[in-house]
């Protein structure tokens, strides 16, 4: 009798040791499974975005963990990173914190002295979810990695721009899609052949061409592919050194791409300043013929057209080469932080590795980091999926992750506001960035 209370003992025992030592999901916060914990959770997107992926893999999150309430704090675009420096600098950060790996992740890590984020290189560590998913292999990781450690988990994936255009517009105007990829004069020729007044009133009502002249962080995203392309950038390759006299904002390629862009905008798009997302209504209203477009545009442009429109009506072409340049591209991810002032990190990590897996990627409107989870994702989302791999056949490039890039993408996008509007000549607008961003190096 005595050995058979020994062996149920151990048996009741072993479930325990196996989930606490089994090197998959980690137990995070053995022993206090009775504690209730409330994680704060920032990330700007829309509405209906928040609806689609976050709020359902909060949910089953909660569901499967009990103990922990994420609570999500929406802030706008345009205020959020503003807003998330001011709460990094005054220890006001939410636990997890959503970023941009196109924003310069340095700039707010370094915010703090030591660093604003935890590294999770030991919790990555072998950890292995439930699904099979192993976070290790998560992509776009070298992107998050700070002194040599990871201190962030890619969420999902952008890709830059590709051309867009309405399948309708171009037949009707007798231009075929690879004129918008040939060459760059070629995708102008095309452009001005679609802007026309079609109804005969005297007005241009379908534009040829639409881009961002609003000078907010995308207005940079939407450029710098053309300005990389023609030999230009902020930096030579977007490479070290990061110093003042090393800057080539006004160079002579940047101010050639530069004024082509503005020909494009000026003759062949609508006037006035506006933001992608204006462009993108204008697209689905069938007003602007071609576009750049990158794939988080097609949730937006799914939502604004017709069924039919959206499946049959949308087509995707390369970036047009200038010369026999290799096209320049890039990608991007949304990572998710812990803030060092997080009080349960186990648990934050529990919630960022959830987030990472088959049911939470699958929710995904834009490219998924998990790789398994892509595969279905593709069958759902054709564009975006294509919009990834015209990309990735480009060389790759990013913007310098650097503690001075908030200020110095400020300056970006005024000087590019300035030079499609007309407040200023493209060489005049470039120069007053390269002097403004010379002096932030030189500090």
Known sequence: MKKIMIILCIVMLIPGYLFAAGGSEKAGSVGKAEEKITLDWTFWATE?????????????????????????????NTDYFKQLAVDIATNNEADIVTLDTGDGISA??????????????????????????????????????????????????????????????LEKA???????????????????????????DGKIDVYGFSHQTEGSVLLRWWTMHWLWENGGGIF???????????????????????????????????SGK?????????????????????????????????????????????????????????????????????EHPDEAFKFIAFMHGKFAQGLQTNVP???????????????????????????????????QWRELDNIVNKSLEDAFLGAKSVKDALDWGQKEMQAVMSR
Request: charged share 25%; proline share 5%; aromatic share 10%.
């Open 108 to 169: 707010y890590y370094n915010i703090r002295k030591g660093g604003a984020f935890i590294p999770l290189d030991d919790y990555m560590k072998g950890y292995v979810l439930s699904d099979g998913t192993e976070l290790e292999k998560v992509d776009l990781i070298d992107s998050v990695k700070k002194d040599g450690k990871v201190v962030a988990l890619p969420w999902f994936t952008f890709a830059a721009p590709v051309t867009i255009y309405r399948k309708s517009v």
């Open 174 to 200: 007798g231009v075929n899609p690879a004129e918008l990829s040939t060459s760059w004069e070629s995708y102008y020729a095309a452009a001005k052949k679609l802007t026309k007044d079609t109804n005969g």
């Open 236 to 270: 030579p390759k977007e490479a070290a050194p990061y110093t003042a006299d090393n800057l080539i904002w006004n160079s002579k390629e940047n101010i050639e791409a530069t004024e082509f862009l503005k020909k494009m905008i000026v003759e062949c798009g609508p």
């Open 369 to 403: 980091v998990n790789q398994e989870a892509r595969a279905e994702y593709a069958k759902k989302n054709p564009y975006q999926a294509k919009t990834l791999d015209i990309v990735l056949e480009g060389e790759l490039r990013q913007v310098p992750d650097i503690v």
């Open 274 to 342: 506006y933001t992608v997302n204006d462009a993108l209504n204008m697209f689905a209203n069938g007003s602007v013929a071609t576009m750049q477009a990158t794939t988080w545009c097609f949730a937006n442009l799914k939502a604004m057209m017709t069924e039919n429109d959206y499946a049959n009506d949308i087509g995707l072409a390369y970036f047009p080469n200038k010369g026999d340049r290799t096209p320049v591209n890039t990608t991007w991810g949304n990572p998710l932080a812990i803030s060092t002032n997080c």
């Open 48 to 76: 209906k975005e928040l609806d689609i992926f976050c709020r359902p893999a909060i949910v089953e999150f909660e569901k499967q963990n009990p103990n922990i309430h994420i609570n999500l704090i929406f802030i706008q």
